[in-house]
């Protein structure tokens, strides 16, 4: 493989890499500031939040079997979707009852202060009296936090233990990523190094462009001096073979002369 295919290569890998990066930053951005805002502050855009997970207790753990579920472990710094519970009471009647064991939901509970939780659903009931009992755990049983179990009751009216909505999906790469861009570093570094990598790339092209222009200048004056150069030496020859063509033999006169006078004295 020669090096201008590897440097071309190497130049489009640059490109997606950086296209790619500034995408993630210019969706952070449209979060922040198109999306509507839970209570706790999450981005919330077309019914759908975007959590990062920051505990271990929906992690793998060999004493949980989740194989049959559409949700498996959920590992830290993972993002979650989150299909938000409707406001209306019969489309969140509705969306109760569609639950099934093994749901994952994220909700608020309160501890000694209100805090938000993604766990698994392990019971669901519903009551006489209208509404629903659902009891969560988390997974790993390993952590502090997977062996506490949460009950929330669906009837009690603006209750402080309640849930926000279903996960639906999870993305562990995005979720690092949008960690990171949430710290005070990943914050600058989102906005000056994208900076930076543009502004280094359009003074890469134009030195590039200088350098052709300036070697594209010098190849022609290169050029015209040897064109010049050529003339010179044509026109050099041209006068030499003029000079050839019109010069006289000065021997002959003087035989002529010489035999004139060798005459005369003869007489």
Same mark, same amino acid.
Do not use: W
């Given at each position: 493989? @020669?090096?201008?295919?590897?440097?071309?290569?190497?130049?489009?890998?640059?490109?997606?890499?950086?296209?790619?990066?500034?995408?993630?930053?210019?969706?952070?951005?449209?979060?922040?500031?198109?999306?509507?805002?839970?209570?706790?502050?999450?981005?919330?855009?077309?019914?759908?939040?975007?959590?990062?997970?920051?505990?271990?207790?929906?992690?793998?753990?060999?004493?949980? @079997?989740?194989?049959?579920?559409? *949700?498996?472990?959920?590992?830290?710094?993972?993002?979650?979707?989150?299909?938000?519970?409707? @406001?209306?009471?019969?489309?969140?009647?509705?969306?109760?009852?569609?639950?099934?064991?093994?749901?994952?939901?994220?909700?608020?509970?309160?501890?000694?202060?209100?805090?938000?939780?993604?766990?698994?659903?392990?019971?669901?009931?519903?009551?006489?009296?209208?509404?629903?009992?659902?009891?969560?755990?988390?997974?790993?049983?390993?952590?502090?936090?997977?062996?506490?179990?949460?009950?929330?009751?669906?009837?009690?009216?603006?209750?402080?233990?309640?849930? *926000?909505?279903?996960?639906?999906?999870?993305?562990?790469?995005?979720?690092?990523?949008?960690?990171?861009?949430?710290?005070?570093?990943?914050?600058?570094?989102?906005?000056?190094?994208?900076?930076?990598?543009? *502004?280094?790339?359009?003074?890469?092209?134009?030195?590039?462009?200088?350098?052709? @222009?300036?070697?594209?200048?010098?190849?022609?004056?290169?050029?015209?001096?040897?064109?010049?150069?050529?003339?010179?030496?044509?026109?050099?020859?041209?006068?030499?073979?003029?000079?050839?063509?019109?010069?006289?033999?000065?021997?002959?006169?003087?035989?002529?002369?010489?035999?004139?006078?060798?005459?005369?004295?003869?007489?």
């Amino acid at each position: 493989m @020669d090096k201008a295919r590897v440097k071309r290569i190497g130049n489009i890998v640059l490109n997606v890499l950086l296209y790619i990066f500034l995408a993630i930053c210019i969706f952070s951005v449209f979060l922040t500031i198109f999306s509507k805002k839970d209570s706790d502050g999450a981005a919330e855009i077309f019914g759908y939040q975007m959590r990062v997970v920051t505990s271990d207790s929906m992690a793998a753990c060999e004493h949980t @079997d989740v194989s049959g579920f559409e *949700i498996k472990d959920i590992p830290v710094r993972s993002m979650v979707f989150v299909k938000v519970m409707p @406001d209306d009471p019969a489309e969140a009647d509705a969306f109760y009852r569609n639950l099934e064991l093994g749901d994952v939901l994220t909700f608020r509970y309160v501890y000694t202060t209100q805090v938000t939780i993604t766990h698994r659903i392990t019971a669901i009931t519903e009551k006489d009296t209208g509404g629903f009992i659902i009891e969560l755990a988390g997974d790993n049983k390993n952590s502090e936090d997977g062996q506490l179990i949460q009950v929330i009751d669906t009837s009690i009216p603006n209750n402080t233990n309640y849930v *926000i909505g279903k996960v639906t999906g999870q993305a562990y790469l995005l979720g690092v990523i949008m960690s990171f861009l949430m710290t005070p570093v990943g914050i600058v570094l989102a906005i000056i190094v994208p900076c930076f990598i543009i *502004i280094l790339l359009e003074v890469v092209k134009i030195v590039k462009i200088l350098t052709a @222009d300036k070697k594209k200048r010098e190849q022609e004056e290169k050029e015209k001096k040897e064109n010049e150069l050529e003339e010179l030496r044509r026109k050099l020859a041209e006068l030499e073979k003029g000079n050839e063509d019109h010069s006289v033999p000065e021997t002959e006169p003087q035989i002529e002369c010489n035999e004139e006078n060798e005459e005369a004295d003869a007489e």
